[in-house]
């Protein structure tokens, strides 16, 4: 059975009928590179994938919410209301999509009738893959297409970021929102963050595949450790401010940097900022390898994105270390890095189709040797933005 009638089989068995049920898609998404340059005025490279989060949803006559999640199905319906959006920790995954509709209100568009919805996501859980920003944006995209908002997808990516900043207390950039609203198939998103000008990069897979390798790691610390870092970062530009005239350390390239980079008084600080300042050089110059075709400076780029993280930004630690560094030793890799926030979750690698499989065999051994538990794989494609199935 196809993902819509299995969706709309389970939305009638909760709710009675599936009659007038309508059913709605969000990719998740990976990041090829471009890490924490996002909320520093930086350039990424994400794409969206085919994998993500199906909703299917109808209208009610009152004000209440109720959700139901296929992936969380022990804790049944969680009911709500319009009335009553506001973070609560019990209320687990149904904080993102009640903070997209509060978002909406708070944008001025009014929602005038509650909801009942099922929710179903194919994106590894906790994997880094933005599972959350996913649901954020295929609520936000059937929102709009149910009241008939008149919201354009990037305004929608907007809506999702100020739900996640204020709505749920993650202090995230754009790039997430912004590359699961946005995305196009088999294309990447080449979006300089400091304006949200972008274009489409044209990411041809021939003769390779994109692999994940999952860690398996609970995030834990992460949230609170990525709000440190970018205030490490807003402290940095304020340090190397004066009389430079400049926004962001994205205005900044690697020889400028280098000449001020003492006016940044700690040293940990020092190494937090040259990460987004060489990571931001990086993504352009990777971006136009890829225009060139020379896929080989591609994957170097992604390794060294990859040791600037571990060493500079220092957010890796020894699982994703692990994936790799394990992943470098294999022939037929052509560039390995972790993606996403870190601190867990998982890495990306460019592979030649004939390694794919040594790959994860070797990559796997390696790392439940090491760790002490198993890593996933997966081999992703790119895919599009939000739409209505
Ligand atoms: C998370 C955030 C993004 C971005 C990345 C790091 O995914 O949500 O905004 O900062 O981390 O690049």
Redesign the pocket.
Known sequence: MDIKNNILKKFAKIYGNAEGARVFFAPGRV?LI??????NGGH?FPCALTLGTYAAVRKREDRKLRFYSMNFSKLGVIESSLDNLKPDKDAGWTNYPKGMMWAFGEKGYKIDCGLDIVVKGNIPHGS?L?SS?SVEIVTGYLLKVLFGFEISNQELALIG?YS?NKFNG?N?????QFAIAMGRKDCAIFLDTADLSYEYAQVNLQGMKLVISCSNKRRGLGDSK?NER?EECETALTEIQAGMGINTLGDLDEQLFEQIKMAIKDEDRRKRARHAVYENRRTIRAVQALKDNDIALFGKLMNESHISLRDDYEVTGEELDTLVEEAWKIDGVIGSRM????FGGCTVSLVKDEAVEKFMEKVGAAYKERIGYAADFYSVEIGSGPCEL
């Open positions: 990041n471009g890490e924490h340059t996002d909320y990424v880094g933005s920003a970021q996640e993650v995230c950039g754009i790039m997430d990525y970018r993606t996403g926030a870190g």
